[in-house]
């Protein structure tokens, strides 16, 4: 049985030790950092899952004590035979790809040549099954050259040997049974240090708290065989959580993202929670004036059952506003676009685009759960206000959640997740107001907001069962909302209470005979006072 507490903290210490190194060879906060970190760790996932699998095709290196040399040791014919039986559930690997391999070979010629060809030849080997695409079709490889990153020519070897050591004693086999509660974790603190463009177009990361809520409500009840897509994935935080509440072997992902750095990490996240069969559908490429997903005909985008987006809210999108604006373009931003400020172009609301894509992109019966900025449920009039004239009029909003102030660290913007359903034409939409959950704590110079396990259920059962509660959550009409000039704020629904207090006739004459006794002397207090000042203003004129 796996210590999952021990074998993560030791998967950390790898994370930790690999980033040392490259402090140790002049890289640390370097651009270069998160590749060689990622592709490094990505090469030790990949070689140890493969002889996990190695051991499941093949019988005789089931109870292996050394798999590597036993696997070094194989005919030709019955190491290709054993390729075939492990098929894509593992990256395919030549016996001179093996980390033992390189290890064993670090002390012949120049070992950084060796490792970086063989880091090329893998991703050479296996570019069918585990590259990203960009729009024009040209393949992101699963790994690049990484000694060139270091300057000085004498140390590029030892940078590599230093590596492979600290690769070689460390071990991915015990979680390999593991999913997304483990990996979601370990991936989240392998990235952290190179997520912190918080807010910048496509690189948005969502707390998990957040992404479960999403995931939990969309998908309250099994379902099979569904597309799942995130038009603007980031590192993939909510794609991978409602593929595990969904099962990972009953979906399949789509998403697009303008960041090579967003694709490969979505890319590792993928590979590490059992998604391969999603990556050729990982796309580099902006979304909004290239949308690659399209649908079997040719002539339109392709429609999917799941949408979920935590989308950058302002950037600047003025070189590309007029082609948005363009007819090409006015069926799926029905709505309109933000116009260019004439000053602080970065504050374009983009976040509008991709709500109207969403919905464009939604199959007939498709459900989608988007993060909004809280002002986008109150606005009355604009871009905002027709959006939701739209959901209301045509019957596909399921309910809003106005979450927590500081729930994102990075950002002082309250948000809302909004829920769409194209089903849910009979109503009861759910207006929960949560600002109040959450303990508040300190992260770095920021405040964070943090919901304990039981809030996060409080907030997914109450929303899924339709349930009012009072200054919590209401469930109104389609119609109710346009009385509201179609606001999605939960307090415009909340009962005036009014507190009523039966007394007797007696009581009442004595509370009346009160107050007229405050009031008579209040008025001969303020005949006193009033009295004073004109005497004080007469002394002065004389």
């Known amino acids: 049985m796996t210590n999952h507490t021990e074998q993560r903290e030791k998967t950390k210490e790898l994370i930790d030790g690999l980033k040392t190194i490259c402090s140790n060879y002049g890289l640390a906060n370097a651009g270069s950092e998160y590749k060689i970190i990622t592709e490094v760790f990505l090469y030790k996932f990949l070689n140890d899952k493969f002889l996990h699998e190695a051991r499941n095709a093949n019988k005789d290196l089931k109870n292996s004590s050394n798999i590597e040399a036993d696997i070094q040791k194989m005919a030709k014919a019955d190491y290709e035979y054993m390729l075939v039986k492990i098929g894509e559930r593992a990256a395919k690997l030549k016996k001179t790809h093996f980390i033992s391999y390189l290890f064993n070979k670090q002390n012949e010629g120049d070992f950084a040549t060796v490792f970086d060809d063989t880091l090329i030849d893998i991703a050479d080997f296996n570019i069918k099954l585990f590259s990203v695409a960009t729009i024009g079709a040209e393949k992101i490889r699963l790994f690049d050259k990484l000694s060139p990153y270091i300057i000085e020519a004498n140390q590029k070897s030892p940078f590599c040997k230093a590596i492979i050591n600290k690769l070689v004693a460390f071990s991915f086999e015990p979680v390999f049974e593991e999913k997304y509660d483990f990996f979601s974790t370990i991936f989240e603190y392998l990235i952290k240090d190179y997520n912190k463009d918080s807010g910048k177009y496509a690189e948005y990361y969502t707390p998990p708290a957040v992404a479960k809520?999403?995931?939990n409500i969309l998908a309250p009840s099994p379902v099979k065989s569904v597309i799942l897509y995130d038009p603007a994935a980031g590192s993939g935080s909510l794609l991978l959580s409602l593929a595990h509440k969904i099962g990972e072997d009953k979906c399949t992902i789509y998403s697009q993202d303008i960041s090579q750095k967003s694709s490969e990490f979505l890319r590792l996240n993928l590979i590490l929670n059992n998604l391969v069969h999603s990556l050729h559908n990982v796309i580099k490429g902006n979304t909004l004036t290239n949308p690659f997903h399209i649908n079997d005909e040719k002539n339109d985008l392709k429609k999917f059952d799941f949408i979920v987006s935590n989308p950058p809210f302002k950037t600047d999108f003025s070189d590309d506003r007029e082609t948005l604006a363009s007819d090409t373009h006015k069926k799926r931003f029905f709505a309109g676009v933000p116009n260019i400020p004439n000053k602080d172009k970065d504050k374009m609301a983009i976040y509008l685009l991709f709500i109207q894509h969403i919905m464009y992109s939604l199959a007939h019966n498709g459900k989608a759960a988007i993060v909004v900025p809280t002002g986008f449920i109150t606005a009355q009039s604009g871009i905002e206000k027709k959006i939701r004239e739209k959901l209301i009029d045509e019957k596909m909003l399921r309910g809003v959640v106005s979450m927590p102030s500081n729930i994102f660290a990075t950002t002082g913007t309250n948000v809302s997740v909004l829920f769409i359903d194209k089903a849910n034409t009979k109503g009861d939409i759910v207006l929960m107001d949560a600002s109040k959950l959450g303990t508040t704590v300190k992260e770095g110079k920021n405040q964070k907001t943090l919901l304990s396990s039981d809030e996060e259920q409080l907030i997914i059962d109450?929303?899924?069962?339709?349930?009012?509660?009072?200054?919590?959550?209401?469930?109104?009409?389609?119609?109710?909302?346009?009385?509201?000039?179609?606001?999605?704020s939960t307090g415009q629904y909340f009962e005036v209470k009014i507190e009523y207090t039966d007394i007797t006739p007696k009581e009442f004459t004595s509370k009346m005979d009160s107050y007229k006794k405050n009031l008579d002397t209040l008025f001969a207090e303020s005949k006193k006072l009033e009295s004073e000042i004109k005497k004080q203003l007469g002394s002065l004129q004389i």
């Open 213 to 215: 809520i999403m995931a």
């Open 462 to 488: 109450t929303f899924n069962k339709h349930k009012a509660q009072e200054d919590f959550t209401v469930v109104v009409s389609y119609e109710q909302i346009k009385e509201k000039n179609y606001s999605f």
